[in-house]
């Protein structure tokens, strides 16, 4: 039997198995997801072809990302939505010293819906409803940048510049279309592009980008 009393693994049982977390965070995205359910109805956070998925098309795919920078705890996710990448490694983070996660929206309601989250689930993340342009002041200096879904290649390394010349490293949840974006990126001098598989999504890569004197 699975979580939900069927004999197929459900989404969320087959999610499990490439999430490497502890009953806590299980018990967090359960009231995280709980949450996205509600406020879907009035905003919404997620294309609503993935609402059955939501365990491995957003949960498992925004935490792999914690495994690549164990040591991170500062980060910035860039154009938050409903929260992915970035509030579920605020959950992932959840009581580490030092951890701290902004969160940076430029959409109203999407702020109040990852403030609420944040709020219920004690997650070290902080939401600034500004756009990512205006943000690296009230930002500071961070250990990652993140971002999925919010632009090409080129455009994600110039938005975090600003944060590479402090010594980020930015990870970046990609598509199949990241060899096209690739070719198409012309800053490679100043920092080492690296591509690594997806764990939940098969022609998936996350793009880990190095400052290139590190
Ligand atoms: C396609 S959604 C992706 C959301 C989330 N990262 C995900 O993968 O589910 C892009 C989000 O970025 C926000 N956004 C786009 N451009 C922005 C900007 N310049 N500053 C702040 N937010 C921005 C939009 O409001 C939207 O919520």
Redesign the pocket.
């Known amino acids: 039997m699975n979580s939900s009393g069927s004999r197929h693994p459900s989404n969320k049982d087959l999610a499990l198995k490439s999430l490497a977390v502890s009953r806590e965070t299980i018990e967090r995205l359960e009231i995280y997801e709980a949450l996205l359910l509600k406020w879907q109805k009035i905003k919404n956070l997620?294309a609503p072809s993935t609402l059955d998925q939501i365990w491995s098309r957003?949960f498992a795919d925004s935490a792999q990302l914690v495994e690549l920078v164990p040591d991170a705890r500062k980060w910035v996710d860039l154009?938050?939505?409903?929260g992915?990448p970035g509030l579920v490694v605020a959950i992932q983070l959840a009581g580490l010293p030092g951890a701290e996660v902004h969160l940076?929206?430029?959409?109203n309601r999407?702020c109040a819906f990852l403030r609420e989250v944040a709020r219920a689930l004690e997650a070290p993340a902080i939401v600034h409803h500004m756009?990512?342009?205006a943000c690296y002041a009230a930002v500071g200096t961070v250990d990652v940048v993140s971002?999925?879904?919010?632009a090409p290649l080129q455009i994600l390394l110039d938005l975090s510049t600003p944060f590479i010349e402090n010594g980020a490293k930015c990870l970046f949840l990609k598509g199949q279309d990241i060899d096209t974006e690739l070719t198409e990126t012309t800053t490679y001098s100043r920092v080492k592009i690296q591509l690594i598989e997806s764990k939940t999504d098969p022609s998936g890569r996350i793009v880990m980008v190095n400052p290139a004197r590190h």
């Open positions: 997620v957003h154009g938050s939505g409903g992915f940076v929206e430029s959409d999407k756009r990512i342009e971002a999925r879904a919010l």
